[in-house]
């Protein structure tokens, strides 16, 4: 088969209708179905395998990913068993997994989950591929990303006040900005602009996600942003990242300086007391 590709336009994915049946059934979600598809059609000619259905099942319980490094990946027959134990399930009623555990549970009762489930009913496409970036995770990136927005959100509803944190990642050339706070728009619209662009810059990064998330409402995300343009120079930009660095230099040392304040002041207090002590049993002798 002749094809020409771009890089707006994926090479085919050619596939047998059993295949077809198959993925239909265990990826019933349009979102994780478009970005199999997606990630296979990216990586064609760099997978060895004797059937589509083994990568498929490598997939749903391992997730498709050939790092740059690698340049082929090449999967034995047998990745295949666990999805056939969960067809035989969902088909024929035997005792055993209707769902390998892997891409599919992972989310699990977590924040992303609920994150992923209103990503599935939106049609922008910047929010599709949103949805793409988080499938395409390591499960020690969702680890680090579900602690950390249950973290920032519980301060948030306690204090009330803006909380944060980004996570970069150099494989994909892009990354996510959190903000949870339940400020006006026309205040933390301009703020999460400006916060993705300067950590989109400081990584160097093809594009960044800016996400904003109700404190007070399970995760439910207010609003967000993209942008996805090569990184170039810029004046303004270095500066006002150093500036965010020296001030975040500051803070870390007087945070620093502060807990060791309050540990002398402890050890001062806890010393107090056993001389105390040692005094009233001198007087008792």
Not at 94 to 120: C, D, H, M, W, Y
Not at 214 to 240: A, C, H, M, T
Not at 258 to 275: C, E, H
Request: charged share 30%; with cysteine; net charge positive.
């Amino acid at each position: 088969m002749k094809f020409e590709q771009s890089e707006n336009i994926m090479p085919p994915f050619v596939m047998d209708v059993f295949l077809l049946d198959i993925m239909t059934e265990m990826l019933q979600s349009p979102l994780y179905f478009l970005s199999y598809i997606n990630r296979r059609t990216k990586y064609l000619g760099r997978v060895l395998v004797n059937h589509e259905l083994s990568t498929f099942s490598y997939h749903l319980t391992q997730g498709l990913w050939i790092d740059k490094e690698n340049e082929i990946l090449s999967i034995d027959d047998d990745f295949s068993a666990e999805l056939d134990v969960a067809m035989m399930v969902r088909r024929e009623g035997v005792l055993g997994e209707a769902t390998p555990e892997g891409i599919l549970t992972r989310f699990k009762n977590s924040p992303l989950e609920n994150i992923i489930q209103q990503i599935e009913s939106e049609e922008d496409p910047a929010t599709v591929d949103f949805g793409f970036l988080l499938l395409s995770l390591s499960q020690d990136a969702i680890n680090q990303i579900t602690s950390t927005i249950e973290l920032i959100s519980a301060r948030a509803k306690k204090d009330h006040k803006h909380h944060d944190f980004s996570i970069g990642f150099g494989s994909a050339s892009s990354g996510i900005t959190f903000h949870c706070n339940d400020e006006a728009v026309e205040t933390a619209g301009p703020k999460l602009q400006n916060h993705c662009e300067l950590r989109k810059y400081r990584e160097k990064a093809q594009s960044w996600f800016g996400i904003c998330i109700n404190p007070s409402d399970e995760y439910s995300i207010r609003f967000g942003i993209y942008l996805d343009y090569s990184w170039k120079n810029s004046v303004r930009l270095n500066d006002e990242v150093k500036q965010i660095v020296q001030n975040t230099k500051k803070s870390t040392l007087e945070k620093h300086t502060q807990a060791n304040s309050n540990l002398k002041q402890k050890r001062n207090k806890s010393k107090r007391k056993q001389q105390k002590k040692t005094r009233r049993k001198n007087r008792k002798k």
